[in-house]
């Protein structure tokens, strides 16, 4: 298991050195020059080239780049912002929790709606409980995550007055962004949940737990569940990425202090080192959830396990 | 002869398809939505940037079906004009994603060994990053407009259709019909293009219909934080965007946009689920 993990960590360094190569070398080509960007367009061109100097932007690509690199390995700098003159890394730390806490509480809201609904759905296949869930969880898959924010929004905190509309300091203010965000996994999770439950619930086995006198409940979850749980985790897994981008929208509509804000504000006034920054910790982020998922599949399924060692 | 068996084919799947209500609604939906795009300059009563401003703000009415926006635009005409928009960026970005992914992928799976390892370890990369956060990176270096919008959302989802073309080249290369046309002597790419590529049409199309889907929803949600389209330009998403000042005031200007965007998704979706069941091979009886 830990000689898995081990190579899993190793396998992750490739695809990031990857992600940081292709982010610094899109910017590289981005049209603009950075010395000008960082000091202003009064700024006199013996000024902006002596920057330009100072801060090694003649050097060629290659050399850049492994400058860029070795900061980043050595101290853990990823340069600092155009915009306000301080670490990226800083910019990050701050802005990095309120994200996570974000997609994390969003990702619990659709676990904690959608497996259940899904059980019942398969268990009660074709009722009217199926079918009312179903057809939320089409509208769900449809709905913009942005539009659902905005009548949340309109619903609860301009019309009833019940939950604050931005901000970002109590447990109260996450409560719209999580469920406006969670909305579209819960109804993925949900639809995974039904078809995977139904594809195993007419399994021999489970004829035979049931004859062998055991409850329904030991039946559905233990025997049921146990088994259908794969694709579920798996789906998760991969809503999660779509949580952490979707994340940025939902900052932005509830001004909440997250990446996907910053990255958001950061292109706007071309603040490239920052939007690197942001990619990467967001790429680091997801690449380490998948390797939860696939540690997580070891847990569930015996059988896995035993391929992992 | 052939071209016969071919219309056979496609009977067929039209009526595997036809079984599925939902399927069938959605795709009356997107034919509307299409002709809507088409007939928007006949539909919409007033022009899409057409100001009025002695009637800003005015709810929905007889005269402003969807009434009018903070410069007294006709909502209802934006929206109609919004489908152009839309589906452009839809099907443009989807036509940059398939082409390239399909060549990239059907390369990949073809030839095998260091092209396979060197192009899928780009993809791995490339889907390492959630698909709006890549997209967000490519705009931030190409600029903001139309073009460019298409472009970044087109090359963000390019891995998906790589990695499913790989998947189906690699099931039919060792087939027999391969073999027989490379002892044939045709060309590599003429294999690929004639033999492989047909064969792994089904799971293209339906990744296409959904990937429209993911295209429009991308680019709306760019141009809602102000890295997309930006006005006049009748497009949902920064429609909703400059709707959210006044959310307090004026919550109708926030409806309509959204409920087209939503509608337009939930059409490609049920449409995209239905072909999924209808090319399956697996289902036919």
Redesign the interface.
Known sequence: MLKYVGKRLLMMI???L??TF??FS??Y??PGDPARLVLGDSASPEAVEQYREEQGLNDPFLVQYGRYMKNLILHGDLGTSYSTKKPVIDLIKDCFPATVKLAFCSMLFALVLGIPIGIISAIKQYSIFDMCSMAFA??G???????LG??L??LFS?KLGWLPSSGFNTPLHLILPAVSLGAQSVAVITRMTRSSMLEVINMDYIKTARAKGLHEKTVIIRHALGNALIPIITSAGLQF??L???A??TE??FSIPGIGRL??DS??MRD?PT?QG??LI??LA??IV?LLVDLLYAFVDPRIKAQYK | MEKKKKFAQLGDIWKRLRKNK?AVLGLIIIVIIFLVAIFANFIAPYSYDQQDLLSCFQGPSAQHWFGTDEFGRDIFSRVVYGTRISLLIGFVAVAIAMVIGVLLGAFSGYYGATVDNVIM??M???L???????A??????LGNGLFNLMLAVGISSIPHYARIVRASVLSVKDQEFIEAAKAAGSSDLRIIFKHIIPNCLAPIIVQATLGV?MAI?TA??LS????GISPPTPEW?SM?SS??SY??DY?YM?MFP?LA???T??AL??LGDGLRDALDPKQKK
């Open positions: 490739p695809v990031l990857g992600v292709i982010i899109m910017l080509i981005t089409l509208l898959i449809s709905m913009p995550v942005f539009w905005l009548l929004t309109l301009v990425g779509t952490l981008g979707g940025v929208l932005s509509i990255m958001v292109i706007k490239f939007v942001g990619v967001i790429a997801f690449s998948n | 939902l370890r780009l791995d990369i490339l390492s990053i959630p698909q709006i956060i890549l967000i990176a490519i705009v931030a270096v889907a929803l709306a949600g809602f934080v102000g890295l998403g909703l709707a959210r959310i307090r919550a926030t959204g965007i939503m509608i998704i939930f979706n049920v």
